[in-house]
DNA sequence: GGCTCACTCTTGGTG
DNA sequence: AGAGTGAGCC
């Protein structure tokens, strides 16, 4: 590969703080990937290895493409990736976590990470110990329960991301949002802020672990620069300020999640804050034509306070009269009908990805509508309907829209005997009607046992705590009692693959309510729950985005510009550029400035949203396409606010790039043929696991969304797990715990969310009795141990990739390595389940070291039994081609039922939804 | 040109 | 809720 002269530059510039400033499709990905590799290159000689190379990236998403691209890169100059998987690639919030959940840190094992939506389930259940109504607005008034939550939620972030000056907050706010911390430490939540913040604070404070990043961390890349907070540029500052070279990649042209706190400022000022910074500047553009590199520039030129550059066409693609059009239509119908004729017209088109390469004809996933607002996509996804052009995304339709999702939220209703506003009370007959209007293809045999079922449980709601009264248990067993199976359910409109994904999601939505509401009595439990789906749930969960997680169908993508970042096609379309709607309009209403005043928030403004905001976020919707770049609007005639076009069309024509009609002049035509994007698959070993104990329970599970039941004695195996590791971690630095230790090591690790004080009892008793025989049968072998949790990441064929974490790893009396794991009493997995994972343990550390293993073991801590076998490297690559093919079923959503009854139906806690049990069972 | 009043209402990653 | 916008009026 060919590099320009910055780009070999920054390539070779690592041993100095370097700042890339890398204009849209520079290629940037390319040249911190190579610089990475040329660092394990140049630096092996110093000691330095993989693990000794950190990179944040800004989404999960873009870390699987750069991990890609760093390994192959380290094929092609290397020769090997060993020991790749310790380079951690990934996003800052990940990187938290790991610090909070690794050695020498123990204190945040036990806690989980909440959601936003949990997170505000927990501030309205406690909406005084959690500071809500006991925040103070500017005017003198306080918060208000379910009306102001969400605000809430984003005074918080701001106030522990946005670099707020605590002294110019209100004492009561400040109050407030102290009392929340608590309650989150009291029930061991970690929010997204949380995990940043205690992170942060962890890294200041905390002297073991500041003696470990200093040594771990030696060159520190961040992509994606311009979007970093204040929070998080404390963090990227004390890892550099502990001697690790920094690197960021950035454009400050494309910030476009200010209103999130992402401060340009830090990009801007880079070079003035830190020691012996180097400056390049990517200028030229590999991936779209002049005419769209010319455009782009000319619209984003307009934009003071920008750092200095040019971004240059390289004629990545051949520009042509007609391939950029800004156009007006007489409605928005007419609009949308034009986009779906013009995606026929682009289909087949003859297309050079590169221009040495042969060339193809377009198909539907070279294309994309990006809108900036989701009610744009609307209209427009109807038009692709109509005209039968696959799409993916735009998904608008509410999750409580749907018949089904209605249909059981009457169930709630119904058995909270709650009566929603404006309506009549749920009786058994007009919840006959909407269990068949829900669920088209029941009999109604099944819908009176369904019937049956619920006048049952619905007695018992009185008589109090009951584990048959859990919500996702009640959920799942009425679907059982109405015989609910996704091939039995669904007309030809609405498909039972719809109605399961729906009924998947509601069953998330459960779990949400139920861990965070989890304490209260079923008499309190159903109408607080009745009252959520009422009130505030359509809220909290509000339009289905599509996410076929697994397959990547040819279709024309429809999205919003905001998660078009990073991504380019062929044919862009950016329609609905109407004044107010883009540039945006900014929203009135109640805001964090009501409760603290501006001067508190340093750039206050980005907050806001501002023109020039809007402007980049239009840039970012030119630059994303290569070649054709069709833009339009229509007015919306009664809306008074939107009748008008945007300043941004009006910009556009500015260029001489732009034609105001379209000449659909008809492109040479080829077959449509797909891009050959491999994307890396994956895959973490859990839900491997599911899919070897049956297709069909991953299926409900990571495609659908289905959740097990709550059970008392969740976390008892983790907090052992926990235990455990803090007991190998501290051996190996050379404090070996001893049995006087176990009531502390329970005491610091055991937390079961879920249980009762009998369970609690019965949990302590039996985590000190595992614990104190491990000490006593293992004692002397800890003394002898490699590695606690180590990460093992096995690329395989077929661009799947199996990560997962590997308990222990000792050397034995016989000098031999064994990769150990722990299972507890809890765990139901069979042992041939166990055995699969070690083996592809014993393959990734293979990978990881280099070195082969010996000896795999299964430790039962709570019965003591050992399993030990042989490393067979004949049994290893077996393992391997059946986790390949596993990954390919995964892939093609091959994801059947079992034949027949069998031993993974015995302990499913789905099968109540997949079949029936049969009789002799 | 300035005033009033009716009308409208965004973006979403992070384990 | 309440801020920003734009039509209509003087």
Same mark, same amino acid.
């Given at each position: 590969m060919d590099y320009t002269q910055s780009q070999a530059r920054a390539i070779a510039t690592i041993d100095r703080n370097l700042q890339i400033i890398a204009c849209a499709g520079s290629g940037k990905t390319q040249v911190i990937s190579r610089r990475i590799v040329k660092i394990l290159e140049s630096k092996k000689d110093s000691g330095i290895k993989p693990a000794n190379i950190v990179a944040f990236t800004f989404t999960e998403k873009a870390a699987g493409e750069l991990k890609d691209r760093i390994q192959r890169l380290c094929f092609e100059h290397l020769g090997t990736d060993e020991g790749l998987a310790e380079l951690y690639v990934g996003t800052i919030h990940a990187y938290c976590l790991n610090l909070l959940q690794q050695p020498p840190v123990y204190h945040y094992l036990k806690y989980s990470v909440l959601t936003e939506v949990q997170q505000r389930l927990l501030i309205d259940r406690n909406s005084k110990k959690s500071g809500l109504t006991e925040t103070p607005l500017l005017d003198g008034r306080t918060l208000t329960r379910w009306v102001d939550s969400r605000v809430y939620q984003t005074l918080l972030s701001v106030l522990e991301e946005g670099g707020v000056k605590a002294r110019t907050v209100p004492t009561a706010v400040r109050e407030a949002a102290e009392k929340y911390r608590g309650l989150l430490d009291e029930k061991r939540y970690l929010d997204y802020s949380g995990m940043l913040s205690r992170a942060v604070a962890e890294v200041k404070s905390n002297r073991k672990l500041r003696e470990k990043i200093k040594n771990s961390v030696r060159y520190l890349v961040v992509d994606e620069y311009q979007d970093v907070n204040p929070l998080q540029e404390a963090l990227i500052r004390e890892i550099a300020d502990l001697g690790a070279n920094l690197c960021v990649v950035g454009d400050d042209d494309q910030t476009i999640y200010q209103w999130r706190g992402s401060d340009v400022q830090n990009i801007i000022t880079f070079a003035d804050r830190y020691p012996r910074v180097k400056t390049e500047r990517l200028n030229e553009n590999f991936r779209s034509s002049k005419g769209i590199v010319f455009t782009a520039r000319q619209v984003v030129e307009q934009n003071p306070d920008r750092l200095s550059k040019k971004m240059e066409s390289t004629d990545a693609q051949p520009f042509e009269r007609g391939d950029i059009l800004a156009l007006q239509f007489a409605d928005i119908h007419k609009e949308a009908r034009w986009i779906a004729r013009k995606i026929e017209w682009l289909k087949g088109a003859k297309y050079r990805d590169q221009q040495d390469k042969p060339a193809r004809g377009l198909t539907y996933s070279d294309m994309a509508i990006l809108v900036r607002a989701w009610k744009d996509a609307a209209p427009i996804v109807e038009a692709l309907r109509d005209a039968e052009v696959p799409y993916l995304g735009g998904g608008m339709k509410s999750l409580f829209d749907t018949a089904e999702v209605q249909a059981i939220r009457e169930v709630f209703y119904f058995l909270a005997s709650h009566t929603p506003s404006g309506c009549s009370a749920t009786s058994a007959v007009s919840l006959r009607k909407s269990l068949g209007e829900g669920f088209p293809g029941l009999r109604k045999e099944d819908i009176s046992a369904g019937l049956k079922f619920l006048q049952g449980i619905r007695k018992r709601i009185p008589l109090g705590n009951d584990n048959q009264l859990f919500l996702q248990r009640v959920y799942l067993d009425l679907l059982e009692a109405l015989?609910?199976?996704?091939?039995?359910?669904? +007309?030809?409109?609405? +498909?039972?693959?719809?109605?399961?994904?729906?009924?998947?999601?509601?069953? %998330?939505?459960?779990? &949400?309510?139920?861990?965070?509401?989890?304490?209260?009595?079923? &008499?309190?439990?159903?109408?607080? /729950?009745?009252?959520?789906?009422e009130h505030q749930a359509a809220d909290y969960y509000p339009e289905e985005t599509e996410e076929t997680a697994h397959a990547r169908p040819d279709a024309v993508m429809v999205m919003t510009v905001h998660q078009a970042k990073g991504m380019q096609w062929p044919a862009v379309f950016v329609p609905c550029l109407r004044a107010n709607r883009f540039p945006s309009r900014r929203q009135g209403g109640r805001t964090i400035w009501n409760i603290i005043p501006e001067k508190a928030v340093p750039n206050a403004d980005r907050y806001k949203g501002t023109k020039e905001d809007e402007r980049r976020l239009f840039y970012v919707a030119l630059t994303r396409a290569e070649k054709y770049l069709f833009c339009s609007w229509a007015p919306i005639p009664d809306n008074q606010q939107q009748r008008r076009v945007s300043e941004f069309f009006t910009d556009l024509t500015q260029s001489e790039f732009v034609l105001g009609t379209d000449p659909s002049r008809l492109p040479p035509r080829l077959k449509p043929q797909a891009r050959v994007a491999d994307s890396p698959l994956p895959i973490t070993f859990s839900e491997l696991r599911y899919?070897? %104990? =049956?297709?069909? &329970? /991953?299926?409900?599970? @990571?495609?659908?969304? @289905?959740? *097990?039941?709550?059970?008392?004695?969740?976390? /008892?195996?983790? *907090?052992?797990? &926990?235990?455990? =590791?803090?007991i190998h971690a501290e051996s190996i630095r050379g404090n070996v715990p001893s049995i006087a230790d176990v009531p502390n090591l329970v005491q610091n690790h055991l937390h079961l969310p879920f249980a009762n004080e009998e369970v609690r009892k019965n949990s302590v008793r039996g985590a000190e009795k595992a614990l104190r025989q491990y000490l006593k049968k293992h004692g002397e072998h800890l003394t002898r141990l490699e590695h606690a949790e180590k990460t093992i990441e096995l690329k395989l064929a077929e661009g799947i990739v199996v990560s997962g974490r590997i308990d222990l790893i000792r050397r034995t009396d016989t000098n031999e390595i064994a990769i150990v794991d722990f299972k507890s009493g809890e765990d139901t997995q069979p042992q041939e389940m166990t055995r699969l994972q070690l083996q592809v343990y014993a393959a990734g550390y293979q990978k990881a070291t280099g070195k082969d293993a010996d000896l795999v073991e299964i430790h039962n801590l709570e019965v003591g039994h050992i399993h030990r076998e042989q490393v067979k490297e004949s049994v290893i690559q077996s393992t391997l081609s059946r986790v390949v093919d596993a990954g390919k079923q995964i892939r093609d959503l091959n994801l059947p039922k079992h034949a027949k009854w069998c031993d993974a139906c015995h302990s499913c806690d789905m099968v109540g939804i997949c079949r029936t049990k049969p009789v002799s069972v």
């Open positions: 015989s609910v199976r996704e091939e039995r359910v669904g +007309t030809k409109g609405r +498909t039972g693959e719809v109605i399961f994904f729906n009924l998947g999601k509601f069953s %998330q939505l459960i779990s &949400d309510f139920e861990r965070i509401h989890f304490h209260s009595s079923p &008499d309190s439990l159903y109408p607080n /729950f009745a009252g959520f789906l899919f070897f %104990q =049956c297709p069909y &329970d /991953f299926k409900l599970r @990571f495609l659908y969304g @289905f959740d *097990s039941p709550v059970n008392r004695a969740l976390g /008892f195996g983790k *907090s052992l797990h &926990d235990a455990l =590791c803090e």
